[in-house]
């Protein structure tokens, strides 16, 4: 059986990450053909060769439209910054090749709307890289959310809240400005959300605020500028099927550094789950005698799918970089026709919908109906 | 120096605790003179007799306008179920009597409004009872924010959560009919409130979601009968200063005792607190080499005042009725005329409208000014 | 029903904690006569006169002999230091009264022993202040493993750290004294003692470590002086029935303010307690479905007998001085006859001796028997 | 720059563990040559080429003396059962190559003896596979300790505890037969000892206590076997510079699943970790104001090196697989005469002498040094 062979459009943050998914998921998994790391491509030849020399391509390039007419090239992964997704990813969508994009799909609601039309167009697989969903504690409280074990889940609340943004005498960078988006709004509560739509499905309406904690940033040659977005979002929302939402983000969280919680609540129990502690969730089930009821930490374990790829003990623990393997195995079984656990750009389609309702809800300071953004 | 003399009114839940209050605030403290516990009223007088024996009062009566008109009593405890608030804080104060009244002030705001009247009209000290407050955790917090340790706060969530509602299979009670309140919103997003208002001040304008996880609950006789209330009310809102908040409030949230949380973030750090962990509190400073930085948890000790007067050792830890005792000092501090830290029917009242805009901004699908309340 | 006449000598640390609780206990049970504060008895005349004030007494004096023929008094609560303790424990047994005494029994050994003696020829009660076994988590822990629900308990440890003696730049006070005891052996590892007796029964057989962390320590006046005992002591042991124990006890334990934490492990699950969040516990239990097991952590409530008497509502916690109110409870049932839970001077002694035998283990370098110290 | 040639000899747990370090170790770090995935052996042909595929190595053997010989390998990785390690690593370093083993070095002490005597006569590198003391958190305690963030270290507690052996009811197994060593002591209670080794270095002398929970376990063809070993170990001890240290390990603790734990206490502070979460540790300062002092969770993050090498985010997380990663490079940096932070097989067979002493203790039922066992 020959692997997929791999095209890479990136090597910052998430380049590498891709990078070392496909690089691993073969000896991981252990059940499918080892990836063709073929070509790399960065902004310039000479550090996309020596990235390439790093992360074990065979080959490199400056130009990125040289892996569009590569046979050898099946998949590529697009890890540029947000405004190139559009472009590369519906470029090799048209050139036949399936497409890795990480989040968000754009900055423009309707570059998104046209990534979303190229999937459609090319029937190949589109897969966003919502990596948190492929946490085995996440596909855990799916499983036990679809069982019932809870009873049924009528609220929920989710933060995300980092500190990147959090020192006001940081200086003024690009994520400050407008045209980088809504702040934190569309900057990473679309995690949270991800989780939400993996576990609850759709967004229906909201109403929202947020709020500026530094009007103006100071500039690292002197003086201040206006900060032109928002750190800091709070929305409340119906998800399908009446379920109750809070999406609170906020990266001026002063300690917070990588924290996704979640808390659901059900008729017969609450699961809790943050993502700083991404080894564990906390379950509290209304059964057994009252007296002994309490909420348990419960560690992943081989038993929690697919942990078991990575280590056959118990409570040793996944990484950050373990989940996009993860991802990237699921990629390869959606390449291979099988049913995969992933967000594609139909569905990521509907996240970035939400997200701008959201946005157009604090503006117009009035609940909005998601539907009212056609595509 | 001749103690205050007590009349209290009810001995259920609350009304044993102001009787502990009362009982223990001089040999605590030891610099108050030892309160007269004078007279208790219950519904009738054999029960009366029987908690005023257990609860160390000298008389007892089955008629609460016995305490009225006797000159031994100073202060009226009034601790009965909400709809009686008004009737009788109204005539304590009438008849030249403090009122120590538990929360909230009354279902209808207007009956509210006529309990703040009749404080002004009566001169006389006038305390609810917010005992949360009291927690040397909050009021170190307080301290904090005022010595600007966090910096300048800029975001603040709340939360509050229990499961004595969660269950479907229990029967409907009086807790859920309409003539009882809001639901959350009003049974109990007060106690965050308070803590609200006694760090940051008072709300502004807000936006509400209310849930009914249960649409209906069974009858002890058979059948189900629609609920008339919300157990879970979310709001966003600005508060003085414009500190953005988010309260949420859940009395269906199984697993949660008596969960108050706080999330306090700030220019320079950040706050947390919970009151399932009373004696504790979390502080995250950034300052120091970021090597080291990160939540600290620190737990009550004789430095948080008045901490130490229940125990000269740190971690040895307060319980839920020691925060009324420390209330009830401060009430004894009112009376006598000097500074206290209380919420009394002034401020209480700005709570409560809160409260009403809350539901309104609910009912009408929209952001509310709580000034649109008139009183 | 007349209540109990008490007197109290000492109104230290737990002179006040003994005074609040006998002023605390007939309004939190309800079910007993309120006991009768008849005299305190302190140092000298003026300062008993100001804490019978305080603390609610009628009398007071400066020779706490004066308690011994007062026929009004049954019960004498003695609090001062150690040393003073078997003086006025066997006069106040002897004089006929109940007794009711601060832990540790005495410093020597033969001291603790004549207070068993006069205890056992008196025929009156004799309770030792172990108020942690009175916390409705350790009695509920009891009821645990009385059930079996963890199956048969093999392997306990326990540790208890505080941080009084942890910075080596305090001065040298009598607690380093070699007349004062072993150091953290008798000083408070006492207290995981009580909690292992409660929960499992005596000691057998011993072999100890113990550690001077600092040699010297500053003298107020200037200059140095030898530490003469052991801040730290580490204890392997068995216990009745083949249990394997391991007790650690620290007081220059930084950042520990009260730390009283158990693991107790069976053959079908596990408990975790500390002191320090002493309003639960964690509970693992090894059946259900194995993706679910997990450390729940329950917190108090009213079916943790006797919480329901504080606060009718779960999860509000507790505090240090409730639990000295629940072991005055017990005092008083005894007093009249009934089955209590507490450790009297029988038990203390066997817990003294253990605490001997350990501090032998130390010096001869050797594993111990308890039983090689005879009364 | 030519990578090294790998061989590899064993595909269990930690056979895979290694494959997968050998795979990524390039990629991650991205400053040394990618190593080549020479050749796999396993105990047969069929299997060994079927993990080869899987793993990435070009050629396969069922003998494992085929790598000795292989000019194209420099290093060997020996991740067979325990009782193979003294032959294969002798042999391997005979025949020049550098070796990579897991732990421990050998059942026997004598044959961990040969091993380190051949590792001397060959020069070159042996390196033991320890990789808990890789934790980025591990590295910066030893950072906090050599710039004496919290003083002068005086006591730890170290503690290792699973429930893979907890249920009675499980079948006997070789684990519990003598013949595998001594139980719970050498089975996993290195772990923490190599964590003690990296931080304080070597045990001195030492008394301990072992325990069978059960002592017989049920056999799969009926009956039952008596157990051969300790599950449970307890043992106080002495390190270098006098630090006095408890370590207890359990591999019968149910509920617990990859707990290895440590409280280090020194004299301007505390340290606590535990590898169950093993992306963080907690840090007691004794400074600042009295207040606000607390145990502070420090999440990794890309400034405890080399976390930055996998996630250019703080708080994402490390996990288990990542640990071994970083070992192989110290395993290269090494190779390349580069100062590495590993436990040679010295280093090793000093921490088998601790623990073979340790045994000694138990049997002897005395204190024993660990310089009574001679190599």
Known sequence: MKGLGVGLIGTGYMGKCHALAWNNVASVFGDVARPRLVTLAEVNAGLAAEKARELGFSRSTGNWRDLLNDPEIDVVSVTTPNAFHPEMAIAALEAGKHVWCEKPMAPHFQDAVGMRDAARRAGRVSAMGYNYIQNPVIRH????????????????????????????????????????????????????????????????????????????????????????????????????????????????????????????????????????????????????????????????APHHRPYDRFVPAPGHGLGFNDLKTIECRELIAA????????????????????????????????WVSVSELED
Request: glycine share 10%; proline share 3%.
């Open 141 to 300: 409280i799916r499983r036990l959310l679809d069982e019932g074990a809870i009873g049924t889940a009528n609220h929920v609340r989710a933060e995300m809240d980092e500190d990147f943004m959090a020192d006001p005498a940081a200086p003024f960078y690009w994520k400050s400005e407008a045209s980088s988006g809504y702040g934190a709004l569309d900057d990473f509560a679309v995690h949270p959300l991800s989780l939400l739509f993996a576990l609850f499905g759709h967004v229906e309406s909201v109403v929202t605020d947020m709020v500026k904690p530094y009007a103006t940033r100071p500039l690292k040659e002197g003086g201040a500028r206006q900060v032109e977005n928002h750190d800091i979002a709070s929305t409340l929302f119906k998800l399908q099927g009446g379920i109750s939402a809070v999406l609170m983000a906020n990266r001026s969280a002063w300690g917070r550094k990588g924290r996704i919680a979640l808390q659901i609540f059900g008729s017969r129990g609450s699961i809790l789950y943050d993502q700083e502690r991404m080894n564990e969730f906390q379950l509290y089930l209304a059964d057994g005698r009252a007296e002994e009821q309490g909420f348990r930490t419960v560690l992943t």
């Open 335 to 366: 390449i291979g026709g099988e049913k995969a656990h992933l967000i594609d750009f139909e569905d990521g389609l509907r996240m970035e919908r939400s997200v701008h309702a959201m946005a157009r809800a604090f503006n117009e300071r009035r």
